[in-house]
Nanobody, 121 residues
Framework: QVQLVESGGGLVQPGGSLRLSCATS????????MAWYRQAPGNQRELVAS???????NYADSVKGRFTISRDNAKNQVHLQMNSLKPEDTAVYYC???????????????WGQGIQVTVSS
């Protein structure tokens, strides 16, 4: 059974930091591309940051320079370090694990249950 469990969310003041973690089980973690998405009320889910199985990273323009995604293949975890948080970063954050063929065909796609991040004074 595949499980992705997020942790580390909560309430933080503007300018503060949080570190989200996603613990995975039931997948061969090292061959999956991992990502963090977020969804604010009334908005569509959007990609925040991604890291490939080869540790190549990509970020949404809105978080570049503030957020850092990393992976720990030994612990089957992916992290999102969020600094200089803004009220507009408030959302439910979701962990995603995805595997594709070399030609880009999606093979597997798994999601965590989501965790709330609220940035407010």
């Amino acid at each position: 059974q595949v499980q992705l469990v997020e942790s580390g969310g909560g309430l933080v003041q503007p300018g503060g930091s949080l570190r989200l973690s996603c613990a995975t089980s039931g997948i061969v973690f090292g061959i999956y591309d991992m990502a963090w998405y977020r969804q604010a009320p009334g908005n569509q889910r959007e990609l925040v940051a991604s890291i490939t199985s080869g540790s190549r990273t990509n970020y949404a323009d809105s978080v570049k320079g503030r957020f850092t995604i990393s992976r720990d293949n030994a612990k089957n975890q992916v992290h999102l370090q969020m600094n200089s948080l803004k009220p507009e970063d408030t959302a439910v954050y979701y962990c995603n694990a995805e595997r594709r063929t070399a030609w880009g065909t999606k093979l597997n796609d798994y999601w965590g249950q989501g965790i709330q991040v609220t940035v407010s004074s």
